[in-house]
T-cell receptor
Framework: SQKIEQNSEALNIQEGKTATLTCNYT??????LQWYRQDPGRGPVFLLL?????KEKRKERLKVTFDTTLKQSLFHITASQPADSATYLC???????????FGAGTRLAVHP | GAVVSQHPSRVICKSGTSVKIECRSL??????MFWYRQFPKQSLMLMAT?????????EQGVEKDKFLINHASLTLSTLTVTSAHPEDSSFYIC??????????FGQGTRLTVV
C-alpha cells in the first residue's frame, strides 16, 4: 500500500542547533515533494518544493534533500529559533487530479 | 503568495443541522480545489477534489451525500456538512493549487457539533 511516513514523535532541540526531519514514502513515484509548516489551528503554509532531479534545495535557513533511491526526503532548519516551533508536513502529488497527499507531520519544539 | 480565504473559522452547530463552509481564492483562479479533514495530531486527510463546473471527486470512504461540494466559479468552492453529528466534529481545510504546483491553504474551519 502507499504510505508517507514522518516521525510521529516530537522533536525537541535547543535554540541554535540544526533540526532534521525525515519523510519516507512507499509505493509512490513522485516527480517532486513538498514541505509545509502548520501552526496549531491554522492551515498549512508552503515552504519548499524539490523535484526528483534535484538532490538538494535551499531557502534561507531551510534545506531539503530528496533521495529517490531511498524514497526519502530530509528537511533541515539550521540555526533554529523558538519561532520555528511548529508541525512540519511533507506532501507529494498522487493521482490524475494532482491530489496532494500529506504525511502525518512531525512536531518541532525549539527551546531557548 | 496567493491567498485562499476560508469561512467561517469556527462554527458550533446542533446535531442534525447542516453547515456550509466557503473557500475562496482571492487573487487567482482555481480550477481545482481540495477539501481536507484533520483530526487532532493527525494528518490532513483528503476528502474530495472539487472541479469548477463539474461534480466533485470523492476519496474512498467519504460519503458524497454527507459532504456536499459545489464549485460554482473559478474562485469559490463550498463544502456543506449535511445532517451533522458529533463525529463530524473536526478541522476542515480547503486548498487550491496555484500556477505552478504549490498549494495554498485556507485558514481552516473548526466544526463542533453538539
Amino acid at each position: 500500500s502507499q504510505k508517507i511516513e514522518q516521525n510521529s514523535e516530537a522533536l525537541n532541540i535547543q535554540e541554535g542547533k540544526t533540526a532534521t526531519l525525515t519523510c519516507n514514502y512507499t509505493n509512490y513515484s513522485p516527480a517532486y515533494l513538498q514541505w509545509y509548516r502548520q501552526d496549531p489551528g491554522r492551515g498549512p503554509v508552503f515552504l519548499l518544493l524539490i523535484r526528483e532531479n534535484e538532490k538538494e534545495k535551499r531557502k534561507e535557513r531551510l534545506k531539503v534533500t530528496f533521495d529517490t533511491t531511498l524514497k526519502q526526503s530530509l528537511f533541515h532548519i539550521t540555526a533554529s529559533q523558538p519561532a520555528d516551533s511548529a508541525t512540519y508536513l511533507c506532501a507529494l502529488l498522487s493521482g490524475g487530479y494532482n491530489k496532494l497527499i500529506f504525511g502525518a507531520g512531525t512536531r518541532l519544539a525549539v527551546h531557548p | 503568495g496567493a491567498v485562499v480565504s476560508q469561512h467561517p473559522s469556527r462554527v458550533i452547530c446542533k446535531s442534525g443541522t447542516s453547515v456550509k463552509i466557503e473557500c475562496r481564492s482571492l487573487d487567482f483562479q482555481a480550477t481545482t480545489m481540495f477539501w481536507y479533514r484533520q483530526f487532532p495530531k493527525q494528518s490532513l486527510m483528503l476528502m474530495a477534489t472539487s472541479n469548477e463546473g463539474s461534480k466533485a471527486t470523492y476519496e474512498q470512504g467519504v460519503e458524497k451525500d454527507k459532504f456536499l461540494i459545489n464549485h460554482a466559479s473559478l474562485t469559490l468552492s463550498t463544502l456543506t456538512v449535511t445532517s451533522a453529528h458529533p463525529e463530524d466534529s473536526s478541522f476542515y481545510i480547503c486548498s487550491a493549487v496555484g500556477g505552478d504546483t504549490e498549494a495554498f491553504f485556507g485558514q481552516g474551519t473548526r466544526l463542533t457539533v453538539v
